[in-house]
């Protein structure tokens, strides 16, 4: 009797080849894109800061322009807020206020040239254009919040949000 040699059923070394080709080529696609995630996650996580550091500010201008007239110069937030005291009332010229990663403001150290100028440990810009002059009802400024807070050039920044804001009383 004869006996019958079953083939073994496998791959062959080509098909080993092409196989590991095409799983290499899918892996270090899927690494090449690593760091452009990595890099997005980043600037979404800086943007979120910065929109916490906006909401802040809306917030205090809320506060201040809600004060009783009379009080806005002699503003009653105390160590609460973030010493804009009126401002938008007697101002014509931007406020400008630095914050650090954490979104607690931080105090500006003054150039020579009277430009405030960015701590070491601020993360963010922030300036207030006020409208000027401003309304007896309502205040209205844009704010831009950047970063990094060292550069004064919004062309040259890795990031900004600008928002209008008008505030009543």
Aim: proline share 6%.
């Amino acid at each position: 009797m004869k006996r019958l040699l079953h083939a073994a059923a496998a791959f062959s070394l080509v098909e080993l080849v092409l196989a590991l080709g095409v799983a290499a080529f899918c892996l270090i696609t899927v690494m090449g894109t690593l760091p452009i995630a990595i890099k997005i996650q980043q600037a979404s996580v800086q943007q979120t800061k910065a929109n916490a550091v906006m909401s802040n500010i809306i917030d205090d201008l809320r506060a201040d322009v809600r004060l009783p007239k009379g009080l806005q110069s002699k503003s009653q937030e105390g160590t609460a807020g973030l010493g804009l005291n009126g401002q938008w009332a007697t101002r014509a010229t931007p406020a400008t206020l630095f914050f650090t990663n954490e979104g607690i403001q931080t105090p500006a150290h003054t150039a020579y040239t009277g430009t405030p100028a960015a701590p070491p440990d601020a993360v963010f810009r922030a300036t207030i254009t006020y409208q000027y002059p401003p309304t007896a009802t309502t205040l209205i400024a844009t704010i831009t919040v950047s970063w990094p807070a060292a550069q004064s050039d919004l062309t040259k920044v890795a990031g900004s949000i600008d928002m209008f804001a008008a505030v009543n009383r």
